[in-house]
């Protein structure tokens, strides 16, 4: 870039307002022929009384900018949100993170979601996809996109065509392009993202998402492969998170897996937006030494334990200090992937 760049990283993605209802919910588990189910089961025709409830803010835009400013990062987030009173808590949450606002605001309503119980530490969730749907790149000041990196979440709708102009924009100004799509954008298949990803840089899938892209089941496609498969359709990184057995990290060269210590799990929402974040972060942070991956790797996982230890997708996000402090007291396991 000609110029230095105003920001380390945009995050570009959807922007929400979380409630979190406690409720006294039941689980069942259906059995069919070739498919295992597990339901949340409520009364049908009854009042149900919530316990406690609880509002944040969340989306994948605004998780990742908090864990990116409170790391030490110059940060911006891009999105549209709504005109609303939502719309507001979102600002003043940014401001308060100290996250340059650089988007839009629409006519349409802030996402909204409704988060249920964790039941055998999993969630449901009730998603309203409003105003984060609707970014406009004729809106946007394009002025404002200069950084080191850009980092998309999942964009759907009419954003989703801002994001391919993004996408091109990125590339002309030399921005590094992270990118953290999701099992809806993952159904397309790899064929139809293969013009996205030959402009990415890094790649996080979770290990559900990648099985959607690569239309497998279960584990019937190895990790290795489908690094394989994913480094060829352009990314120069590839991660593929397996939730409690931990992330595979891929360079072209050698995968690392990084295997995390077993925590007490309160609410697993934002746990995937921590580590993609917070190994981009570390790339940055990191980015003189020897190990960088593998420090970025145990960076992420310390992040995501951490948020899943809580209610709220950002409540114990952690500082560069907090996190290191934590790292060095419990080194995460990060070592070379033996298929």
């Not at 039941?26 to 316990?51: C, Q």
């Not at 013009?195 to 279960?218: D, G, M, S, T």
């Not at 972060?281 to 809580?310: F, H, P, Q």
Request: proline share 2%; hydrophobic share 40%.
């Amino acid at each position: 870039m000609a110029k230095k760049p105003l920001y380390d990283v945009i995050t570009c993605g959807s922007a929400t307002v979380d409630a979190f209802a406690k409720t006294k919910a039941d689980l069942i588990t259906i059995n069919l022929a070739d498919l295992k189910r597990e339901l949340i089961v409520y009364p049908s025709g009854s009042k149900i009384m919530i316990k406690d409830l609880e509002f944040q803010t969340g989306g994948g835009g605004t998780n990742t900018a908090v864990a990116f400013s409170r790391l030490g990062l110059k940060t911006a987030y891009l999105g549209n949100i709504g005109a609303d009173a939502n719309g507001d808590r979102i600002i003043n949450m940014l401001k308060r993170e100290k996250i340059d606002f650089i988007g839009t605001k629409g006519k349409e309503m802030t996402n909204y979601s409704i988060i249920l119980d964790s039941v055998k530490q999993d969630r449901t969730i009730l998603a309203y996809k409003g105003a984060s749907m609707h970014l406009l790149y004729r809106k946007i000041d394009i002025s404002k996109v200069n950084s080191r990196w850009i980092y998309f979440s999942s964009l759907l709708g009419r954003s989703y065509l801002s994001f391919k102009k993004l996408l091109d924009l990125a590339s002309k100004r030399d921005i590094k392009v992270a990118f953290n799509p999701s099992s809806y954008l993952a159904s397309s298949g790899l064929k139809r993202l293969s013009p996205i990803l030959k402009k990415v840089h890094l790649l996080v899938f979770n290990r559900e998402e990648a099985n959607i892209l690569f239309n497998v089941k279960n584990e019937s496609m190895s990790i290795k492969e489908m690094m394989k498969r994913l480094h060829l359709a352009g990314p120069k990184i590839v991660i593929i998170t397996d939730g409690g057995k931990g992330a595979y990290c891929s360079d072209g060269k050698n995968i690392l897996h990084a295997i995390p210590s077993k925590v007490k799990i309160v609410e697993t929402t934002g746990a995937g937006d921590a580590f993609a974040s917070s190994f981009l972060a570390g790339m940055m942070m990191y980015e003189k030494r020897l190990d960088a991956i593998k420090r970025s790797l145990s960076l992420a996982v310390t992040n995501a334990a951490s948020v899943i230890g809580s209610y709220g997708a950002k409540n114990i996000l952690l500082s560069r200090r907090a996190a290191e402090k934590k790292m060095n007291k419990n080194p995460v396991k990060v070592q070379r992937f033996k298929p």
